[in-house]
């Protein structure tokens, strides 16, 4: 089984930036399909985005196209989740998550971190 750590979360204003980065021990995930996804007080958890094993294809919630961008080193055995133009509404815990294939459905993940909490506020 992999374990999955992630940092890098805090406090933003809007309109700024962070960097997430999820730091997978145990298990190599060079072979693996990986996504970010979080979850609000009072909500589901939902998508944010996700990164064949290869890095060749990534994909994106709506909410966050044009903002975010995900990425992995297999080498360093991390993904990354570079998060721009943050608003209030990304305020959550975020999560990633390792899969066989790519998916939108936290059910098909296996894997997943304890999360990192980030919270967009003046």
């Known amino acids: 089984q992999v374990q999955l750590v992630e940092s890098g979360g805090g406090l933003v204003q809007p309109g700024g930036s962070l960097r997430l980065s999820c730091a997978a021990s145990g298990r190599t995930i060079g072979r693996t399909a990986m996504g970010w996804f979080r979850q609000a007080p009072g909500k589901e958890r939902e998508f944010v985005a996700g990164?064949?094993?290869?890095?060749?294809?990534?994909y994106y919630a709506d909410s966050v196209k044009g903002r975010f961008t995900i990425s992995r080193d297999n080498a360093k055995n991390t993904v990354y989740l570079q998060m721009n133009s943050l608003k209030p509404e990304d305020t959550a815990d975020y999560y990633c998550a390792t899969a066989l294939y790519p998916s939108i459905r936290a059910r098909d993940y296996d894997s997943w971190g304890q999360g990192t909490q980030v919270t967009v506020s003046a």
């Open positions: 990164i064949t094993w290869s890095g060749g294809g990534t």
